[in-house]
């Protein structure tokens, strides 16, 4: 099954779901639900899979220092 036939099954625009798959634009609650329900997965799972995804892609960022330097919190008394 390609994007489009999937995209016409959960009834959301080819366009959004190309979007999605390219890391281009995030993976929202509704398209989850829609997802979740066509492959019997759940939305959690789906939620899972975009929240691992920006988890990874904010790594890269600091590594990469595109992200400002961060100090480890310290407790002085």
């Given at each position: 099954?390609?994007?489009?036939?999937?995209?016409?099954?959960?009834?959301?625009?080819?366009q959004?779901?190309?979007?999605?798959?390219?890391?281009?634009?995030?993976?929202?609650?509704?398209?989850?639900?829609?997802?979740?329900?066509?492959?019997?997965?759940?939305?959690?799972?789906?939620?899972?899979?975009?929240?691992?995804?920006?988890?990874?892609?904010?790594?890269?960022?600091?590594?990469?220092?595109?992200?400002?330097?961060?100090?480890?919190?310290?407790?002085?008394f």
């Amino acid at each position: 099954m390609n994007v489009s036939q999937i995209a016409e099954k959960i009834h959301i625009l080819k366009q959004d779901l190309k979007l999605i798959l390219e890391g281009k634009c995030n993976l929202n609650g509704e398209v989850a639900l829609r997802l979740g329900k066509f492959f019997n997965t759940g939305a959690n799972f789906w939620m899972n899979l975009q929240q691992a995804y920006d988890l990874e892609i904010a790594k890269l960022q600091l590594v990469a220092g595109r992200v400002g330097k961060l100090d480890g919190y310290s407790k002085r008394f």
